[in-house]
């Protein structure tokens, strides 16, 4: 999957999570990674993207309207073929930031039971939820 179709795709599942009800509201640095992504797959909101498992959720930042997304990057996969961790870390941080400019929140942690690395980013909306003051085109 080129660059083009995996930004393309990614501001597509963000534009249908700000005109969703899929919503979070627990705390950013203590999730439960592994519910979350259960609650996405059962309401058909998990989606793969670079090789890795994600979803995003309406949520609340430094209290503005933001949208959370979580990806679920494999410690070892033969996918993705002989790249490091933190390449693949690095290659979803370039893509976001290729679709939104900017981003408010970023942070990964490896949970070594589970043989993953979760990727945390938010993107602040406007006060309207109008994404065009963010968006790249």
């Given amino acids: 999957m080129g660059k083009e179709v995996v930004r393309e795709k990614l501001m597509e599942i963000f534009e249908a999570t700000v005109d969703s009800d899929s919503k979070y509201s627990g705390s950013v640095t203590d999730m439960d990674y592994y519910t979350l992504l259960c609650k996405s797959a059962a309401k058909d909101r ?4 670079m ?3 994600m979803c995003m959720f309406n949520c609340k930042y430094d209290e503005n309207d933001a949208v959370l997304m979580l ?3 494999p ?9 490091h961790i933190s390449e693949r870390v690095m290659e979803v941080i370039e893509n976001v930031e ?3 400019t900017t981003i408010d929140f970023s942070s990964s942690r490896e949970v070594k039971e589970d043989k993953f690395v979760y990727m945390v980013v938010i993107k602040k909306l406007d006060r ?3 994404l065009n003051d963010y968006c790249e085109s």
């Fill in 128 to 130: 309207k939820g109008d």
């Fill in 71 to 73: 990806f679920s990057i």
């Fill in 75 to 83: 410690v070892n996969t033969k996918e993705i073929g002989s790249k």
């Fill in 46 to 49: 998990l989606f793969k993207l």
């Fill in 51 to 53: 090789g890795n498992n």
């Fill in 98 to 100: 290729a679709c939104f």
